[in-house]
């Protein structure tokens, strides 16, 4: 796989991958944060943190986060909803 003969054009990166490596990069950094935010909480809670604040902030972050990420996925599913019931 991925492989280039003498003779052949290797095909260049689209706009395609260009939005899959963004979305996955995107998708990461939420799951970053969300672990993050469980990680303080788990200190919080074995009395290791003690600057509550930063906790609920962290938490209040991973929770903006999955919500975006939630939405934009919604978006993308009727994007491609809409363009399959499209006639050709």
Known sequence: LGQVRVGQ???AAGPQDDFVSTLQGL???VNEVS???GRLTVAYERGEETDLAKVM???QQASIGFE???QVR???L???KEIM???V
């Open 74 to 76: 919604n978006k993308v």
């Open 68 to 70: 975006a990420t939630l």
């Open 85 to 87: 019931s499209m006639a």
């Open 78 to 80: 009727a994007a491609y």
């Open 57 to 59: 902030l962290a938490r």
């Open 35 to 37: 672990a993050q935010a």
């Open 9 to 11: 054009v290797a095909p």
């Open 27 to 29: 998708v990461a950094k």
